[in-house]
């Protein structure tokens, strides 16, 4: 419905391509359902997420506050503060683009080392039970480390510095993970 140019040029790519077939009401309902999704998935992913800091403060292994949960609503109120401050430190360090490439890159970074994971499980522990296999092992998992790797290459060598900036916050996760592990 758009060409490659439209869609380079488009804001609001799908909205633009409904108000090609169906006019300018039915792109106005389709961006308002569009807005709706993705409050509620920004609502599911923000609730689940605070359950991390939770679940390891609970255990010793992150700051000692986050472990507490509200009397009244049952949540894990001061890990979602902390992940409000966080996200809000996060928001005010740079553009919507420098941010989603930050995440995209720690992102991606950890999915290649789950299926990396993958392979070292099958070689350590050749005889355990799998009641799930992977499709098209070894082949499959492979391809897709391989991209996993190509993109945060690509990442890194397109934006360098939030590239940095993102290995960098990894691996302070690991001096204090080491810190929680010996207390």
């Not at 890159?105 to 039970?129: C, H, K, M, N, S």
């Not at 799998?130 to 070894?138: E, N, V």
């Amino acid at each position: 419905m758009l060409s490659l140019a439209g869609v380079a040029q488009s804001e609001h790519v799908a909205s633009d391509v409904v108000e090609q077939f169906a006019g300018q009401s039915a792109a106005q309902w389709i961006t308002a359902a569009m807005m709706i999704s993705a409050l509620g998935s920004l609502n599911s992913s923000t609730l689940s997420w605070a359950r991390l800091p939770y679940a390891m403060a609970r255990d010793g292994l992150f700051f000692g506050f986050a472990a507490r949960i509200h009397p009244t609503f049952r949540t894990p109120g001061r890990a979602l503060l902390f992940q409000a401050c966080l996200g809000s430190l996060f928001a005010l360090s740079g553009t919507y683009v420098e941010l989603f490439s930050l995440v995209i890159f720690a992102e991606w970074i950890f999915y290649g080392l789950t299926v990396a994971a993958l392979f070292r499980l099958r070689q350590q522990e050749p005889d355990l039970e799998r009641p799930y296999r992977s499709w098209g092992y070894p082949w499959a998992p492979a391809l897709f480390l391989i991209g996993a790797l190509a993109l945060t290459v690509n990442l890194w060598i397109e934006r360098p510095v939030r590239s940095t900036i993102g290995l960098l916050l990894i691996l302070s996760g690991l001096v204090f993970y080491r810190r929680w592990r010996k207390g």
